[in-house]
């Protein structure tokens, strides 16, 4: 056991030998042996510089890499004690939402219709009453109700780009998953959005477990409880983001931290 | 002492780039009118030509006869009747070859996108486009030997619509291709990171959030076969009379004014059908573009 490695007693997320190689007949790997476990209700971060993995390893834990055939993904995930890689892709993803780098509403849909995306697109059919209340519920929690209240039937490409990102966050908890992954979501978000964001998700981990990433290490000691630092597709380590910020226990750690590299 | 040298070349220069600048904007402008010219001439002579037999029995008469519009000529009068049974003929081919067409166009067009790369997509990206270069009146040999001989034993509207619809479907197939391309993958990865089945994706947010290119292409396509005569002298022959029935032969406003060509008694006629045909086919085009503006903005 790797003792830069923390380990979390009853996970919500458990990755085992987790190896992910971008092309089939290669054995270049882009997450390499990856063993984590994520703690429920909280957000937990992942770091580091570029092409280090990260992004990889978060769209494995949702199955994102399906879409591409070419992806080889290796070792086991558990979601509550569950193998995802046995579970049906369609029922993990309503589990675990997933929030993206650029905001991405749908542009034919109204407002409304994009918080209830996850109900219409599946034909899952709600009252009206029930539909209106999962609206109002995601919007309040994102802290967006009262900036669209009158406006929930104009497009949702009609917003600004930190409105847009924070409804796609309302987007993937309409559901009310398990878990929210997060993929940069500030990069294309100006600072009063960026920290409009960061405070929603403090509030939502109450409700959800998050696993973030982030290229930006000052926004993982901000609202952060755990901390993943990746390099070169290894988890390099893993633990409390404070102690982890003040006290690295790996020179690599240490070194992207204090800015040498990265 | 330096600036005053520095402005002097300045100076300098400057003339010999205004000059340049100048000599440049003419011969764009000069090529611009060559360039446009020909559209404008070609409007303008239909108009001139054609406007005097636009009327309303234009749009709801049959063609005339030969004797009749023979004897309206003699007494210079305009020729009666219209090309109602080449406009009905018209849209019947062009409804049918539509409905053949498009749905599997954009399906095959969906195919080629969701599978770049494949040999198999491959294979049929190429033919489509080797298909897109056959000659229109092969195509219309083929439709002739298809349905003409085999399914409606003699000339029909059926087999002119499945020729119209061959051409159609390379132009189709392409601009669904294309359309899909534009748009952005993480809104497929939204959708399936909703828990969304994939050909739930496809149906109800790919091709909503393509439907203004879909419609473009599909606009295209229907303004590119109006014109087409040759593959339907070979198959849907004309119908002096409006039909509607798909096995029979039919009439369409190219067919008619190659019929108009030939009689040198309707000589009037041609130039108004001429416009008619390129003022729909304008229209047309004006909408795709249209369209395609919206959704840009």
Redesign the interface.
Known sequence: MNKNIDVIENPVLKVEDLCIAYNKSDSKYAVKNVNVTVKKNSITAIMGPSGCGKSTMLRAI?R?HE?YPDIKTEGKIYLNGENIMKMD??????KI??V???P?P???MSIYDNVI??Y????IRIKKSERDDIVERSLTNVALWDEVKDSLHKKGTFLSGGQQQRL?IA??IA?QPDVILLDEPTSALDPIATSKVEDLLVELQKDYTIVLVTHNMSQAARISEYSMFMYLGDLVEYGKTDMMFTNPRNKKTEEYLTGKFG | MSTEKSSIDLTKNNTYRSVKDKVFLWTVIVISIITISPIVMIIGKLVWKGFRQINFSFFTAVTPSTFEAMTAVANGEIIPGGIVNGITGTLLLVLMASLIAIPVGIIIGLFLYENPGKRYADLIRNLSDILQGVPSIVLGLIAYLWVVKNITQGYSALAGSVALAIMMLPLIIRSTEETMKMIPGTLKEAGLALGVPYYKVIIKVLIPSGISGLSTGVLLAISRILGETAPLMLTTLGNPMINWDVTAPTSAVPLLIWDFYNDPNMVDLIWSSSLFLMGFVLTLNIISKRISAKSKA
Do not use: V
Request: aromatic share 10%.
């Open positions: 949702n994102m879409l892709t369609i029922q993990l993803r309503r939402g997933m993206f780098q650029r991405n749908f542009p034919t995306a996850g219409k697109l599946n034909g796609c987007r993937s559901f």
